[in-house]
């Protein structure tokens, strides 16, 4: 099966994704806001991702500083591995410090 290049909309997503720096996380609904679209087209922007992609998709989480649940079950242990890997800290509850991890797109 051949991959289908992506709409604009979403190529506009995965630019501003690739923008955020290890160690950083932003959200669904500020990517939305950048470009103009709701935070659930953000996400599924980022489902329609194929392995192995370039965007880095993990620091994409929701706006209380959470990784949303997956459908299938593993890719928020996926993220939260990748994430943590890349420094990020989680509480006890699951959330990122937003005020230490949070990329604002106005620091480039």
């Given amino acids: 099966m051949m991959f289908k290049s992506p709409s604009p909309l979403y190529q506009s997503i995965y630019t501003l994704v690739r923008q955020i720096p290890p160690g950083y996380v932003t959200s669904y609904g500020r990517i939305a806001r950048l ?12 489902a329609a991702l194929p392995c192995g992609s370039d965007v880095p998709w993990q620091r994409v989480v929701n706006s209380q ?11 928020n242990i996926l993220q939260r591995n990748l994430l943590e890997a890349e420094g990020i800290f989680f509480d006890r509850n699951g959330k990122i410090d937003l005020e230490k991890h949070d990329w604002d797109f106005v620091e480039q």
């Fill in 65 to 75: 500083g959470k990784v949303s649940p997956r459908t299938d079950g593993e890719g």
């Fill in 35 to 46: 470009v103009g679209c709701s935070a659930r087209n953000v996400g599924f922007a980022m």
